[in-house]
């Protein structure tokens, strides 16, 4: 893995490529997220919740309807009892903003 990444296993056959182990840093988001086909992957129950967030420009907003605890290694630092919103329209594995970078 390189700097930066996440250990998840590697898609199945067909699955989006989305669920490996790429993730973003996002200095401009306050929460995090996880794309759906990454909880697939690594099996992760997704805990109900109800709640919406404003996206970069603010005039939009997103329904997030369940989130993931889950432990990740970062850089070669473990951080355990993490909280990820599920986005299903997300660009990475993960997105890791303002509250894991402050953690």
């Not at 929460?31 to 805990?47: D, G, H, K, N, Q």
């Not at 970062?74 to 997300?90: E, I």
Request: overall charge negative; hydrophobic content about 35%; proline content about 7%.
């Amino acid at each position: 893995h390189h700097p930066g990444s996440v250990l998840t296993p590697y898609p199945r056959d067909g699955e989006d490529q989305r669920a490996r182990d790429d993730l973003l840093f996002n200095s401009g988001s306050t929460e995090s997220f996880i794309y759906p086909a990454t909880i697939r992957c690594c099996s992760l129950p997704v805990l109900p919740v109800t709640q919406n967030i404003f996206l970069a420009s603010g005039s939009h907003s997103v329904q997030i309807r369940g989130y993931c605890v889950m432990a990740l290694t970062v850089q070669d630092a473990g951080y355990s009892n993490f909280r990820l919103y599920v986005l299903p329209h997300l660009c990475a594995a993960l997105l890791l903003g303002l509250d894991f970078q402050c953690h």
